[in-house]
């Protein structure tokens, strides 16, 4: 009898564990993923700039301002940022008009062939960095600056995680590519 307890026992734990295995091995593909991204915006970009934070990542597009004056401010926890957008679920090492999930940006919903009969679609986000971001988004954002052209990069941990939201698949790693217009740390 103790033997076939262990043995159950033993069953239920790897039962577990497997879940937990399986959703760090996606994390660890879309890393991998993010990585290859990283390299492919760098090899294409030299002017790109590549920030790490907290398992997050940010590349700053064409980085050729300079950072002193009004460019040297960039965005805290709390300020404010105004920005267009465009989102993407990265199921490869790219992106393209077949994955995104979401934009303001009406250059890039005409390019991807969405067509809205809401202008307003169109306007500028503005909202403030605090907690009611994702965890990637914050992260990302924090430290742009007024006029960064950037993606923002970031693993389903940082993202939904084990939810579906709209039409975004649980652990799907996320890209925003965002054009800065503002910010403000007022």
């Known amino acids: 009898m103790k033997t076939s307890t262990r043995i159950l026992a033993s069953a239920l734990l790897l039962a577990a564990l497997i879940p937990a295995c399986n959703k ?3 994390y660890d593909k879309q890393a991998t993923n993010i990585e290859k991204f990283v390299e492919a915006q760098c090899k294409a970009d030299t002017n790109a700039t590549v920030t790490y934070k907290d398992g997050v990542v940010r590349i700053v597009l064409h980085d050729t301002l300079t950072r002193e004056g009004l460019l040297a401010d960039t965005l805290r926890a709390g300020g404010n940022v105004s920005f267009y957008y465009a989102g993407y679920t ?5 992106v393209s008009r077949d994955n995104m999930f ?4 009406k250059e890039t919903a005409d390019n991807a062939g969405w067509r809205l009969d809401d ?6 986000a503005t909202l403030t960095l605090d907690d ?3 965890d990637g988004l914050q992260r ?8 960064d052209e950037c993606y923002i990069l970031f693993s389903g941990e ?5 939810h579906a939201q709209g039409t975004i698949p649980a652990r799907s ?4 590519h965002i054009w800065v217009n503002s910010i403000s740390n007022d």
Not at 119 to 124: C, E, W
Not at 173 to 176: E, G, R, T
């Open 119 to 124: 202008t307003t679609a169109f306007n500028i």
């Open 132 to 134: 009611q971001l994702l």
């Open 140 to 147: 990302g954002l924090e430290g742009v600056r007024n006029q």
């Open 158 to 162: 940082y993202g939904y995680g084990a």
């Open 24 to 26: 760090q091995t996606v």
């Open 102 to 105: 979401a934009t303001n940006h």
């Open 173 to 176: 790693a996320l890209v925003y």
């Open 90 to 94: 990265l199921t490869g090492t790219t």
